[in-house]
């Protein structure tokens, strides 16, 4: 037997809760992309900053918040 091998088969483990990756719907998506249009109009974020909040959007909408929530929640 190598140094370091191992006899248990990784895939066998469970996953947890932080590897579990849950995306976007495709109505979801297009809302956000109408509310990061909005912002792009009035100009009031640099570039920086639609990134961060566009970031900070996603992890919200993906835990199930509305934009509306999301939206509330990042600007508190």
């Known amino acids: 037997m190598a140094y370091g091998s191992s006899q248990k088969d990784m ?3 469970p996953a947890s809760k932080s590897s579990i990756v849950k995306s976007l719907t495709e109505r979801q ?3 956000l992309k109408n509310h990061m249009d909005k912002h792009k ?3 009031d974020l640099s570039p920086a900053e639609m990134k961060s909040h566009k970031a900070k959007m996603m ?4 835990k ?3 934009i ?3 939206h509330e929640d990042i600007m508190s």
Do not use: V
């Open 11 to 13: 895939s066998s483990r």
């Open 29 to 31: 998506k297009t809302m």
């Open 41 to 43: 109009d009035l100009k």
């Open 59 to 62: 992890s919200r909408m993906k």
């Open 64 to 66: 199930g918040m509305s």
């Open 68 to 70: 509306k929530k999301a």
